[in-house]
């Protein structure tokens, strides 16, 4: 059981982080298209509208990718997480089906509206197409968070007899106070990746001296917006969603921030440590008297729980996991804010596109979004273990008892090397696109 367990979490939890590699970008993306689409309207210099086609054929590319990675993780409800599929789906069945009807054919139906009907629906109409892409993805993103917001927090159920979950007040699915900080900070985050990705492409521009219009456009659009959703990740949004933590998943913020033993008089902020389940410590630590207290709740003084106040039944079941995921999501903003910080101030400057060190970093930097939201996922996902449903429904329920072990590895090996096969193919398609520009700038 326990292999079969593993197993099937080892299949979800790759299949969907290679997924996520591509709406990350879409979302945020589709916002900066929208502002180039819209500045061309305004000003009526073809090159933002070049940049706007330009970056809706890689959106396109990515969001064929995500569709067809999206979809194995569909089937995985029924074939290795069928109790769980039986027990929630009058849940999570209703947000699930109306991200699906909605949101996927609303984001669909107008990119290629966008991508083919300029000349025939004119240009505000045109950006009226990017707009609704825009919504579109955007309303994807919340319905699926309304449905991971259920499961961090679950809210507006009852149990039956037979121990299904069924909806009786519909509408707190949509008021539950996990949802709007964690909507919030994961499309901000989106919109990190998405302003690398333009910032990194345009630095890219200038230090080869090829589409230089391009590239200085590309970097100042990547580094505002940026700047601006890099801080907002980080407060309000970061900071709403981890208070949501200590009200309603205390455990898990315990193991997030390695707190293994009450601490009175105030809680230290760990800057550096490994956490030793063994001994329950952390070694080697470098920390800050009194800071998360502060930080938290806004008092020196503040107790938090320690992992010793809880069942160790109800711990976390990836300690070492959760805090590694956790510090390399939050180690990695701050550094993002700090370069943007002095890539805004060499823009005022009017220094920022001779600055090669700071080119340089956007270019080194494109991976590194990548992974700070993936950690943020596996924050969010590892600190819900052991559970399903929180508090109600374990994992170990709602795996499906009749795939065994060995099928699921040999389908595991199966998206590993098929995805591999994609990803290559991706990044060959992209890289081409990227290698050819903009197009050239009508006269």
Not at 426 to 440: D, S
Request: aromatic share 16%; proline share 4%; glycine share 10%.
């Amino acid at each position: 059981m326990e292999d079969m367990l593993f197993y099937d979490r080892m299949q979800f939890a790759f299949t969907i982080t290679f997924h996520y590699l591509f709406p990350q970008l879409t979302m945020g993306l589709s916002l900066l298209i929208v502002y180039f689409k819209g500045k061309f309207l305004y000003n009526k210099v073809e090159k933002y509208n070049d940049a706007a086609k330009f970056w809706m054929k890689i959106f396109a590319l990515n969001f064929a990718m995500g569709v067809v990675t999206g979809i194995p993780m569909e089937f995985q409800f029924g074939t290795n997480w069928a109790k769980f599929s039986e027990l929630t789906g009058g849940i999570i069945g209703q947000t699930l089906a109306m991200e699906g009807m909605f949101s996927f054919f609303l984001e669909s139906s107008f990119l290629g509206l966008f991508i083919f009907g300029e000349k025939l629906l004119g240009h505000k109409l045109h950006f009226v197409t990017g707009f609704l892409v825009f919504l579109g993805s955007w309303m994807s993103g919340y319905l699926i968070i309304a449905t991971h917001s259920w499961m961090q927090h679950p809210v507006g159920y009852e149990i039956l007899e037979n121990g299904k979950f069924v909806l009786n007040n519909f509408g707190a699915l949509f008021s539950n106070p996990w949802l709007l900080p964690s909507y919030l900070h994961n499309q901000l985050a989106s919109l990190v990746t998405a302003s690398f990705v333009v910032a990194a492409i345009g630095a890219f521009y200038l230090l080869n001296n090829k589409h230089h219009e391009f590239g200085r456009i590309f970097v100042k659009t990547g580094v505002i917006f940026g700047f601006i959703s890099s801080v907002l990740v980080a407060v309000p949004t970061g900071d709403l969603t981890a208070k949501n933590v200590v009200k309603y998943q205390p455990a898990t913020f315990a193991a997030m921030e390695g707190i293994f033993h009450t601490e009175k008089g105030g809680s230290e902020i760990v800057l550096i440590g490994q956490p030793n389940t063994l001994d329950k410590k952390l070694d080697n630590k470098i920390a800050v008297p009194n800071i998360l207290s502060f930080l938290t709740y806004q008092n020196w003084d503040a107790e938090i729980k320690g992992l010793n106040e809880f069942d160790e039944k109800d711990h976390p079941t990836n300690i070492p996991g959760l805090y590694y995921a956790y510090h390399i999501m939050v180690g990695l903003g701050t550094i993002f804010i700090g370069i943007l910080f002095f890539a805004v101030v060499q823009l005022f400057r009017k220094k920022l596109y001779k600055t090669k060190w700071i080119l340089w970093s956007l270019v080194f930097l494109l991976p590194f979004p990548y992974i700070a939201n993936t950690t943020g996922w596996y924050t969010a996902e590892l600190g819900r273990q052991p559970w399903l449903v929180y508090n109600l429904l374990r994992t170990s329920e709602g795996a499906s008892p009749t795939v065994s072990s060995g099928n699921t590895l040999f389908t595991l090996l199966g998206f590993i090397g098929l995805y591999l096969l994609l990803g290559m193919l991706f990044l060959i398609l992209v890289g081409k696109m990227i290698n050819n520009g903009p197009e050239p700038i009508k006269h």
